[in-house]
Structure formats: C-alpha cells, structure tokens
Nanobody, 122 residues
Framework: VQLQASGGGLVQAGGSLRLSCAAS????????VGWFRQAPEKEREFVGF????????EYAPAMKGRFTTSRDNARNTVYLQMNSLESEDTAVYYC????????????????WGQGTQVTVSS
C-alpha cells in the first residue's frame, strides 16, 4: 500500500484543517488507517485510527471531540478533520496502514505516508 498525506498548512489557533490520506496498491478496504504526529524534538504520538470497514474509530484523549477521522473506500481515501486547533497541535502528521488490525501502536503499521506539516499559530 502506498500512502500520500496532504492538506497540511498554516492555520490560526481555533481554526480547522482537513488532512487527506490517499492510498494505492493493495485492497484499501482491508486496512486500518492510523494517524500519528511528531512535533520537533518530541516522540511520535498516536492521533487516531479508523478501522478497515469504517465502523470503528479511536482517538487519543487530547484529540477526542476535536478530531474526526473518516474514510471513503470507493475513493481509497481517509480524512482527518481537525477542529479547534491549538499551538500544541503543530507537528508533522502521518497516515499509516495496518492489515485488519485495530491498534494505537505505531509498530503494527506496515505502510506509512510521507507526512504533511501542520502549523498552528497562536
């Protein structure tokens, strides 16, 4: 599976962005897609995931109520809608895919996109 994340940019605190993760290759509908982020000088952290059928989602506590992930398997695309952005959300955001696995652990994801920069100004 090849993944390409896009949609990052510069936004003011309180604003919104929608990231996209476009997939190609294997049967996309068999893969959970996870979102992770890494801020400068910090460890990569889990943001959220959506299961392969789209029926199950999970988010890190700091993102619950602000971030929503969805998928369109017909378009081989997963989205991450980010609202009420804070300066602490500034990071490179990555999407990743894991075959029929529901997990917050980055190690179970076999395929990764290149990342897209999100910068939130305060």
């Amino acid at each position: 599976v090849q993944l390409q994340a896009s949609g990052g940019g510069l936004v003011q605190a309180g604003g919104s962005l929608r990231l996209s993760c476009a997939a190609s290759g294997r049967t996309f509908s068999d893969y959970t897609v996870g979102w992770f982020r890494q801020a400068p000088e910090k460890e990569r952290e889990f943001v959220g995931f959506i299961g392969w059928s789209g029926g199950i989602t999970e988010y890190a506590p700091a993102m619950k109520g602000r971030f929503t992930t969805s998928r369109d398997n017909a378009r081989n695309t997963v989205y991450l809608q980010m609202n009420s952005l804070e300066s602490e959300d500034t990071a490179v955001y990555y999407c990743a895919a894991a075959f029929r696995t529901l997990s917050e652990a980055s190690g179970v994801y076999d395929y990764w996109g290149q990342g897209t920069q999100v910068t939130v100004s305060s």
